[in-house]
Nanobody, 124 residues
Framework: QVQLVESGGRLVQAGGSLRLSCAASGRTASTYAMGWFRQAPGKEREFVAAWSYGNTYYADSVKGRFTISRDNAKNTVYLQMNSLKPEDTAVYYC???????????????????WGQGTQVTVSS
């Protein structure tokens, strides 16, 4: 069983920055593909960013502003969010895919485990 625990979400002003963290349990967590998704009120969950075998992938809406990274020693993946906009307001979820092959896993159903989410609110 893999557990994912997100943290770092809070209220921030537009133009500000936040770093979200997702700590993963499991002996082989460092080999998992990891992703970040978000869901705004009344909207469907959408892909934000993913990391797989050293490759990173981003949604067009966040490209150039968000950066996904990971610290394998800590089994933690991060999402650095800069130049935040009100439309970035959402609950952010991290997800893990146990069997990873270096592909761009951008769909929610490609992931095996999910965290509980952390709220990010960007005020205008």
């Amino acid at each position: 069983q893999v557990q994912l625990v997100e943290s770092g979400g809070r209220l921030v002003q537009a133009g500000g920055s936040l770093r979200l963290s997702c700590a993963a349990s499991g002996r082989t967590a460092s080999t998992y593909a990891m992703g970040w998704f978000r869901q705004a009120p009344g909207k469907e969950r959408e892909f934000v960013a993913a990391w797989s075998y050293g490759n990173t992938y981003y949604a067009d809406s966040v490209k150039g502003r968000f950066t996904i990274s990971r610290d394998n020693a800590k089994n933690t993946v991060y999402l650095q969010m800069n130049s935040l906009k009100p439309e970035d307001t959402a609950v952010y979820y991290c997800a893990a895919r146990v069997r990873a092959g270096g592909y761009a896993y951008t769909r929610g159903n490609e992931y095996d485990y999910w965290g509980q989410g952390t709220q990010v609110t960007v005020s205008s």
